[in-house]
């Protein structure tokens, strides 16, 4: 592996660092552990943060200039993820959108599609989910049954979306539908449906944290207009395949960031109690703190790759396999060595006052499931790194 961050890099660094000590007024954690900010208090946050980082220029950084981008390398992205956990940042809202729907219409939509859509996702005027998942089509995404029949010019859509981030405050939904129920893959498009009509209704799902972030997307006969498909009638599958690509690497270098300031808190919780000298937890604190280095060689080495023009390999998914199962063991290990103060939920009195640790320990038991479950990580590692024999 050959990696080094140019002079370049480091310039972006820091302007980029500098910009968000001015701007991040109340680390996101500690407005999320604020009992007087409820759901959608969180969302008009993250909406004005997302203004101002599109304002100033660091939203859709490699995409054409004419859709606000300024030619970033996947390294300046990385950069950006990095600082915007370093900084504890509140995230955009319109997460799903820019990472997936925004490269779609740029690489697949039509000049009127880009138009109409990309500057309203920019600026977070309007919100966007992604309705792929099924409650019979998860993992095996292509047996989706939510269909889409023609009715004149445009089709009606039938069926159900599960799981539907941001669903709640969401104004559209990119659609994956089956426009043919003969051809499994060549059966699918890709549909642009606003939420506000008849014939859909979002339901909020409660998750174990207590929030409801997630929604379950129902459709009765929902209108799907024919100038809102991306790319053509049966191009969906290609297209959602290519897209869910883009963001390989843009965030390999962001979970160690994250992990440092969870460690920093870990570590800062024992020496309060005076255990920092024990060697017992002194061996389970150098493991967590040489695995997260070890997340960093290998995001390193996916920026890496990915700047010598190298197409995203197995690496992805070994990012994606440690990120998820380190933030379970680092939360389980806050829980079992700090107690009771990581295991009451922030904002609450005796918790840890920079940290909501019970939070993150209940968000984690989504992370191996969520963007290709550990399993399925686990089998393409198999295939296609370890190359071993497939039935
Ligand atoms: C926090 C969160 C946010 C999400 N947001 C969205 C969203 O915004 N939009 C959206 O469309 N979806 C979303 N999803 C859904 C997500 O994509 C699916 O949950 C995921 O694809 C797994 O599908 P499933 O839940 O149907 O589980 P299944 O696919 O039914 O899997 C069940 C179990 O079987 C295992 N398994 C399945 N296939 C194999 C195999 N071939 N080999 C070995 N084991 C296998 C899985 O690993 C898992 O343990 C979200 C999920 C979560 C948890």
Not at 141 to 156: F, I, M
Not at 306 to 326: H, N, V
Not at 332 to 342: H, T
Request: glycine share 10%; hydrophobic share 40%.
């Amino acid at each position: 592996m050959d990696f080094a961050f140019t002079a370049d890099h480091e310039r972006f660094r820091g302007e980029l660092r500098d910009w968000l000590g001015a701007q991040v007024k109340r680390p996101w954690s500690l407005e999320c552990a604020d009992p007087a900010l409820d759901a959608d208090a969180l969302v008009a946050i993250r909406r004005d943060f997302q203004r101002a980082l599109n304002d100033a220029g660091y939203l859709g950084m490699d995409w054409p200039e004419e859709w606000g981008g300024r030619g970033a390398t996947v390294v300046e992205k990385a950069i950006f993820q990095e600082e915007m956990q370093r900084a504890d940042a509140p995230p955009v809202a319109n997460g799903l959108g820019l990472a997936l729907l925004g490269p779609a219409l740029i690489h697949h939509g039509t000049e009127e599609q880009r138009r109409r859509f990309i500057p309203k996702m920019l600026d977070a005027e309007e919100l966007w989910c992604q309705g792929f998942s099924e409650p019979g089509a998860g993992s095996d995404l292509a047996s989706l049954r939510t269909r889409a029949v023609p009715d004149g010019d445009d089709y009606r859509i039938t069926g159900q979306k599960v799981w539907t981030t941001f669903g709640p405050w969401a104004d559209w939904i990119f659609v994956l539908a089956r426009t043919d129920s003969e051809d499994r893959y060549g059966g699918i498009t890709f549909f642009l449906v606003p939420l506000d009509q008849p014939g859909v209704e979002v339901r909020g799902l409660r998750q174990i944290t207590g929030d409801a972030e997630f929604g379950e997307v129902f459709f009765d006969a929902a209108l799907a207009r024919r100038e809102h498909i991306v790319g053509e009638v049966g191009e969906g599958w290609r297209i959602a395949m290519t897209v869910l690509s883009y963001e390989r690497g843009a965030t390999s270098l962001a979970d160690p960031a994250k992990n440092d300031r969870y460690l920093a808190d870990l570590v800062a919780g024992l020496r309060e109690r005076g255990a920092l000298g024990r060697p017992d937890v002194r061996e389970r604190l150098a493991r967590l703190l040489v695995d997260n280095e070890v997340m960093r060689a290998n995001g390193l080495r996916t920026m890496a790759n990915l700047s010598s023009g190298d197409a995203p390999g197995p690496e992805s998914s070994i990012d994606k396999l440690f990120w998820s199962e380190y933030s379970q063991r680092l939360s389980d290990e806050a829980f079992d060595l700090l107690g009771a103060e990581a295991q009451l939920f922030g904002g609450s009195p005796g918790a840890r006052p920079d940290m909501d640790w019970a939070t993150e320990l209940l968000w984690s038991r989504a992370g191996t499931i969520y963007s290709g479950s550990s399993e399925i990580q686990r089998n393409i590692v198999a295939k296609r790194a370890l190359r071993l024999p497939t039935r």
